[in-house]
């Protein structure tokens, strides 16, 4: 794959099927055409490409802008996804594990529980994504704007912090309790899974939203 094939990837990542062959088509050959100019210039090969791709813009940027474009509510949309998914995930592994430690139990879960639940994954979560967009804005670095390094490693941090207190006082994380100590990291793998899925299922394959056309 040349540079300017990857560039054009990564401004079309995740976009529906449709629209990204199409984009990419069109912003291969802007590029390629600015190559050309600049190379009849006198540049060679490698600092054309290079200066044309400059030109273009950052590639994380526009793939926000075509994405906001394309699906105005796509961020607030997937988000309640998220969260609801999440909640759901965490309450079905509480649920699990104290019917395998404790089946002579009514384990079923109360309303207010899981509306608690969901109340600490949206302020959780919204933290993160708020946190997560002004490093977006902010810097182009791959490593730290994926997802996985960027919620995950946090809760696991967090998770490592805790570990302690379940040798320390082992008599308070008998049985499943133990997974209270990790919740935040099951979650925070959890919300990355949400995301991704919502990308697959809805964005994709699938054209949920009133698609716009972009200029």
């Not at 060679?44 to 802008?65: P, T, W």
């Not at 105005?72 to 999440?86: A, L, Q």
């Not at 967090?158 to 570990?163: K, L, R």
């Amino acid at each position: 794959m040349t540079k300017i094939e990857q560039y054009v990837k990564e401004i079309t990542l995740d976009l529906p099927d449709d629209e990204q062959k199409e984009l990419r088509e069109e912003i291969y050959i802007h590029i390629q055409d600015h190559v050309k100019e600049l190379l009849i210039k006198g540049y060679s090969e490698e600092k054309a490409v290079r200066h044309a791709i400059e030109s273009f813009g950052n590639q994380g940027k526009l793939n926000r802008e075509l994405k906001r474009a394309l699906f105005p509510f796509y961020k607030p949309i997937r988000f309640v996804w998220c969260v609801i998914f999440v909640t759901g995930f965490l309450c079905f592994v509480s649920y699990s594990a104290m019917e395998y430690y404790h089946p002579e139990f009514n384990n079923s879960l109360q309303l207010y529980s899981v509306l608690l639940g969901m109340f600490l994954v949206t302020l959780i979560a919204g933290t993160g994504e708020v946190f997560y967009e002004v490093l977006a804005s902010q810097f182009n670095v791959k490593w730290l704007l994926n997802p996985w390094i960027f919620f995950l490693v946090p809760s696991l941090v967090f998770a490592g912090i805790q570990t302690p207190l379940l040798f320390k006082h082992p008599e308070q994380y008998q049985d499943s309790l133990w997974l209270d100590l990790y919740a935040v990291p099951i979650g925070a793998f959890a919300y990355i899974i949400s995301r991704q899925l919502f990308t697959l299922l809805f964005v994709r394959n699938k054209n949920i939203y009133k698609r716009k056309k972009v200029n």
